[in-house]
Structure formats: structure tokens, C-alpha cells
């Protein structure tokens, strides 16, 4: 096995590189190393990606005809590793990284023109309207209902844990349709735009004090049948696909050694690197490696027209439980000195910033000010997009045949 990356390989490297220097700027990457959640905020998010459009880099894992990029699978692992390196802020996921391939996967040719160019452009924002009150991970007991009217459907119910709800103009939103089934039938899959008479979106402020997901209410909101993305009553289908590139249609890995790396540098720079916590970190480094070379053979069966399938879940578990791992680490590693968020306010309203103070000091990829924020919001992160719990069953039935 040849381990070595080709000469056209290293000088991509070394575009990549030479790209992050001249453009990644200061303030970015400033950012990038105080986040507490594993979503940029819209305006740091959206400046970031408009750099990445205008080199045509936002999207590369999509098809060549809607914006994507001809890549190997090692240009595609160098460019992830780089940009992690490097300290790139993460682009919010919704739009690039489910609603684009839900698109691509099962969308309409006019729905394709339409919104592809609008995801990667950032002039339509998306939340995710999945999960509601009484059905998480047990998606398929959804029951908000959408219910024909002309060329429209009047959808009436509630959504629950919507990450940026709060900003989004879009929302790509399973419905109920029909009632007379199984669960997994009758539901539809629908784009609703958020500035519709009779959306209300309210606030939910995180144990971190962070206000990143919100409550959606639905009365009586009219959206057009050209929204339905598929088949109605056959959502379900285009949800499973979706859900397949959320849980495993990204790398971890990079991410996290990169995290791991900082983590043992500054361990290091402080005189606290002892032979325990070294032996911690390079046992964390040895699973995140093994996460990452199943993340590159995935990639290679994406590359060449699959999906993530049952691996979607195993990368989602490992790479979450890997990401609360680390937050116990640096949380370890900072002891006293870790300090809860306090985030600021100008009104009784509550938290409206989720950063903290930018000339906060730095703690390796957590600092002293947001380690706590850090590890409070990483216990969401086996709970979103299917809870682990479910995420082993999923596998022990499709793989085991349990």
C-alpha cells in the first residue's frame, strides 16, 4: 500500500493552503476557535462561504453540473484536512450538506435551477423542520398536518429543536398527509418559506446559554404543491436520504485530530502535558484516525455515486461520542481556570450573542471562557439527527439483522 500522496496531489495541498492564507482572515478563524456549537452563526457563516463560492470550493462533494468539484478522494480528504488545519470556520450544514442533496437526490429539474444556485449563493437560509414534541428520534409519529387546498396545502403543527430557526428564510419540513397508514406513510416532504402568514418562530435558549434552536408554530400556512420535493405521501423516502448525509455525509475526522492536536500543544506550552494526559490524547488521536480512515472509504463510495447508508450512522456515533470526549479532555485540561458563559445581553429578552468576548483568552481548541459552553452543548450532539441509541439499533437491524 502506497501511503504517499502523488506530486499533483501536494501542489492541490498546496493551492488549498496558499488559499486559506491569503483568505481565511484573522477575525475567521478568531471565531472558528471560540465556537461553542457545531454551527457558525449566519453572518460568519455566509461570509465564509461566499469566499468558498467564489473559488468554487463551497460545495465540492455535489454533482459538477450544480457547483460541485471533479476532486479525487484524496483532494477531497486534503481539502478537508487543511481547512480543519487551518482553523475554517464549519458552513451551516442545512442548506450544502442535507436540503442540496436532498435536492439533487429527489427534487424536480425546475426545483433543482431554482434552489441550488439560491443554497449556494446564501440568499435562501434553511432550518430543518423534523423532529416535533412527541416525535425525535421516533420520526415517523410526526403528525403536523398538511392538507390539500387547490394547488396548495394549509399546513397546521408545531416543530421543535430547530437550529436556526430564528434566522433561516426556508425550511425544508416533513409533513403529514395521510393519516390511514403505517407511520412511515403519508408523509410528505415540503419546502416551506418562513416568511409565510402564520409562522411563529419562538426561542429556545440552551443549558450553555446559547440560543441557536427554537419552537416553530404552524397556523393555517398556505405553501404552494410545487414544494413538495418526491412524491406525496413518499417523504419518507427522501427523508431516510437526507438523514444519511446528516449523519455521515461529512468528516469528523480532520476536525477532530486537528482539536486534539491544539489540545496537546497547549497541554504542552503550559507544562501540563503529563505522561496520563499524553497517553489520553493519543488514545483519543488512535480512535479519531480509525474514524477517519472509514470516513475516506466513504467518501470513495460517495465519489462514485453511493450513499452513506448504515455508515451514516456509524460515523454519527463515533464522531459525536469522539467530540464529547474531547470537550472532557480540555474541561480536564483547564480545571479552575474553566469558566461558565455568561452571555451578554441588552435586553430582558435574554442571550442575543453566543460568542464570547473576542479578545478572551485561548485554552488549545476550547478556551478557559467557553470550555464549559463547549461541553454543555456537545451533549446534544448524540441526541440530534437520531439519538445514538437509535443510531445502534438502525445497524444492529440493518447490518445484523437483529
Known amino acids: 500500500m502506497d501511503l504517499a500522496f502523488k506530486p499533483d496531489e501536494e501542489a492541490f495541498r498546496e493551492e488549498v493552503r496558499d ?11 478568531r471565531y472558528a476557535a471560540r465556537m461553542t456549537s457545531v454551527y457558525t452563526e449566519k453572518e460568519i457563516g455566509l461570509a465564509w462561504q461566499k469566499i468558498l463560492v467564489d473559488k468554487g470550493w463551497a460545495a465540492p462533494s455535489w454533482p459538477v453540473e450544480y457547483g460541485g ?16 488545519r487551518a482553523g475554517a470556520p464549519p458552513l451551516s450544514p442545512m442548506g450544502i450538506g442535507m436540503c442540496g442533496p ?5 427534487g424536480s429539474k425546475a426545483q433543482k435551477d431554482y434552489y441550488l444556485p439560491r443554497i449556494l ?9 423534523y423532529s416535533e414534541p412527541h416525535a425525535g428520534s421516533d420520526l415517523a409519529a410526526l403528525t403536523m398536518s398538511a392538507v390539500e387546498d387547490g394547488d396548495d396545502f394549509i399546513c397546521n403543527g408545531q416543530k421543535i429543536w430547530t437550529t436556526h430557526g430564528h434566522v433561516a428564510n426556508m425550511c425544508f419540513c416533513l409533513v403529514r398527509t395521510d393519516s390511514s397508514g403505517k407511520l412511515q406513510q403519508g408523509i410528505t416532504f415540503i419546502l416551506i418559506d418562513m416568511n409565510s402568514p ?3 418562530v419562538d426561542p429556545i435558549v440552551m443549558t450553555s446559554g446559547e440560543h441557536i434552536q427554537n419552537s416553530l408554530f404552524f397556523t393555517d400556512v398556505r405553501v404552494p404543491k410545487k414544494n413538495v420535493v418526491g412524491e406525496v405521501n413518499h417523504g419518507w423516502t427522501v427523508a431516510k436520504y437526507l438523514l444519511e448525509f446528516e449523519r455521515g455525509g461529512h468528516a469528523y475526522g480532520p476536525r477532530l485530530i486537528a482539536r486534539l492536536e491544539a489540545l496537546r500543544r497547549h497541554a504542552a506550552e503550559q507544562d501540563l502535558l503529563t505522561a496520563d494526559f499524553a497517553g489520553k490524547i493519543s488514545l483519543a488521536e488512535a480512535d479519531a484516525t480509525a474514524l477517519e480512515a472509514a470516513e475516506m ?12 447508508g448504515l455508515k451514516g450512522s456509524m460515523m454519527k456515533i463515533r464522531g459525536t461520542e469522539l ?12 480545571g479552575l481556570y474553566v469558566q461558565p458563559f455568561q452571555p451578554h445581553h441588552t435586553s430582558p429578552g435574554g442571550p442575543v450573542t453566543t460568542a464570547p468576548p473576542s479578545n478572551a483568552p485561548l485554552v488549545g481548541p476550547e478556551s478557559a471562557v467557553t470550555s464549559s459552553a463547549k461541553y454543555f452543548n456537545d451533549r446534544a450532539g448524540s441526541i440530534y439527527a437520531g ?16
Not at 69 to 84: G, K, N, P, R, T
Not at 297 to 308: C, R
Request: some cysteine.
Open 69 to 84: 468539484c471533479d476532486w479525487s478522494l484524496a483532494q477531497h480528504y486534503i481539502f478537508d484536512v487543511e481547512m480543519a
Open 387 to 402: 439519538s445514538n441509541e437509535i443510531q445502534r439499533n438502525i445497524l444492529a437491524k440493518g447490518q445484523l439483522r437483529l
Open 323 to 334: 467530540s464529547q470526549h474531547i470537550t472532557e479532555l480540555a474541561i480536564e485540561l483547564a
Open 102 to 106: 436532498a435536492l439533487i437526490g429527489h
Open 19 to 29: 488559499f486559506l492564507a491569503d483568505n481565511l482572515t484573522e477575525d475567521l478563524r
Open 198 to 200: 402564520g409562522v411563529r
Open 121 to 129: 449563493s446564501g440568499e435562501d437560509f434553511w432550518c430543518q423542520g
Open 297 to 308: 472509504q466513504l467518501m470513495a463510495e460517495l465519489a462514485g455515486g453511493g450513499t452513506p
